[in-house]
């Protein structure tokens, strides 16, 4: 058990995430309504932890992602209520803060998935409250915005997942608080609604995972 006695988190715990450094120590990483982000090794200890004294996030963290760039560095991305996203280093160093004046979400943001498109280039999605997914480039450059004017959420997004067909076409599915869950091209197109006609929820999306089954 991960509590306070081992230097865990003071209060409710949103998000984990596995991760493996470029020298192939294992982690986890943990983030929590406490506002911070702490690093579990393979022995249950807390290593690190990742607050606002060393350039972290203002308000609660509500999603985490490992990610691998097109050079091989390898990065966590979190996602908090302070409308920010950061990247993190394996040195647990902040080298970047996707806010506002980067074209960043005015809302709290949710969730964040990896996603390497079909020509291999790499990128992250970000939902957010403000009914947003935003898409960034390995410069930390947002490229696109999916919103209502692109037959996105017209509520909060609170999941994503990137999804490769049987046809080896890829995905962005997106879950929201308007019931529906959306599915997305490299193009950023959305191609399909999943809703109440497609016998989907009536109510708010929370998760998504990508299964391949038995078959394949």
Same mark, same amino acid.
Request: proline share 0%.
């Given at each position: ?5 081992? @230097? #865990? ?17 294992? +982690? ?46 390898? +990065? ?17 160093? #902040? ?20 996603? #390497? ?5 790499? +990128? ?31 509520? =909060? ?30 193009? @950023? ?17 929370? #998760?998504?995972?990508?299964? =391949?089954?038995?078959?394949?």
């Amino acid at each position: 058990v991960l509590d306070k006695s081992r @230097g #865990c988190h003071i209060s409710s715990v949103y998000c984990l995430v596995s991760h493996s450094d470029v020298n192939g120590n294992k +982690f986890i990483y943990s983030g929590s309504y406490d506002g911070t982000i702490r690093k579990w090794n393979d022995k249950g200890e807390c290593v690190q932890v990742l607050d606002k004294s060393r350039g972290g996030h203002t308000d609660t963290v509500s999603c985490l992602v490992s990610h691998c760039d097109e050079k091989g560095n390898k +990065f966590i991305y979190t996602g908090s209520w302070d409308s920010t996203i950061r990247k993190w280093n394996d040195k647990d160093e #902040c080298v970047q803060v996707l806010d506002e004046s980067r074209g960043g979400h005015t809302g709290s943001v949710w969730c964040l998935v990896s996603h #390497c498109d079909e020509k291999g280039n790499k +990128f992250i999605y970000s939902g957010s409250w403000d009914n947003t997914i935003r898409k960034w480039n390995d410069k930390d450059e947002c490229v696109q915005v999916l919103d209502a004017s692109r037959g996105g959420h017209i509520d =909060a997004v609170r999941c994503l997942v990137s999804h490769c067909d049987e046809k080896g076409n890829k995905f962005i599915y997106s879950g929201s608080n308007d019931n529906t869950i959306r599915k997305w091209n490299d193009k @950023g197109e959305c191609v399909q609604v999943l809703d109440k006609s497609r016998r989907g929820h009536t109510n708010t999306v929370c #998760c998504l995972v990508s299964h =391949a089954d038995e078959r394949g």
